[in-house]
């Protein structure tokens, strides 16, 4: 089976912290993509990351980084120095399997409010 | 990267209408789509899985006489909620994948049923 979970249902922090968004998967297939995605008040996916299962180097864009453990089967977001813009729902994903109807199953999402 | 154009963007119609959804990949053939639905404060439930030319997969729970899919072209597929009610105003949100793993995703659609 799959499963993405997200245990934080919402956080908040005062802007320039730096938060940490968590994501568990659980999945049987060797090969798989991870993703997490931004969801602002306006309702659009902006899409910020997508790594593949045989991809653990951890990555960084700017004030995002992922680390990726296989071994703890975690794919965490963290946002240094956050800002007030930052402040939307936050979806991890899970997508299995090499065949073209290979649904992305998505988490809950971690609202995450930054203050000003 | 690839681009996704959903419309509309919101929609408000009278209980018992039907309403149609357009979900069109711009620059690239989307052989397969798939349509969710997201109420507020929740995640993102898949619905149904299309293939171009085929039939779509709905998942369990979905009612297929209801959401009606179509996905005629490489380039577009449409959901149709027949018979529209109250319960059914929610977020949705159509995404295509092209032959290889990734998909994209449209803007979202917000329909209100009165």
């Known amino acids: 089976a799959q499963k993405v979970t997200q245990a934080q249902t919402e956080i908040s922090v005062v802007e320039k912290e730096d938060v940490t968004l968590d994501c568990v998967y659980e999945?049987?297939?060797?090969?798989?993509?991870l993703f997490w995605y931004k969801q602002p008040p306006s309702g659009e996916l902006v899409f910020l990351i997508r790594?593949?299962?045989?991809?653990?180097q951890n990555e960084i864009s700017g004030r995002y980084s992922w680390n990726f453990q296989k071994s703890t089967s975690s794919f965490n977001f963290t946002i240094t120095a956050s800002q007030v813009v930052d402040s939307a729902v936050y979806f991890c994903a899970l997508n299995s399997g090499m065949n073209r109807d290979d649904k992305i199953i998505f988490g809950k999402g971690t609202r995450l409010h930054i203050l000003p | 990267g690839a681009v996704v154009s959903q419309h509309p963007s919101w929609v408000i119609c009278k209980s018992g209408t039907s309403v149609k959804i357009e979900c069109r990949s711009l620059?690239?053939?989307?052989?397969?789509m798939f349509w969710y639905r997201q109420f507020p404060k929740q995640s993102l439930m898949l619905m149904a899985t299309s293939n171009e030319g085929s039939k779509a997969t709905y998942e369990q729970g979905v009612e297929k006489d209801k959401f009606l899919i179509n996905h005629a072209s490489l380039t577009l597929s449409t959901l149709t909620v027949t018979s529209a009610h109250p319960e059914d105003s929610s977020f949705y949100i159509c995404?295509?994948?092209?032959?290889?793993?990734?998909?994209?995703f449209g803007q979202g659609t917000r329909l209100t049923v009165v």
């Open positions: 999945t049987r297939d060797t090969t798989y993509y």
């Open positions: 995404s295509a994948r092209d032959s290889g793993t990734e998909a994209f």
């Open positions: 790594r593949n299962s045989f991809d653990e």
């Open positions: 620059d690239f053939q989307a052989t397969t």
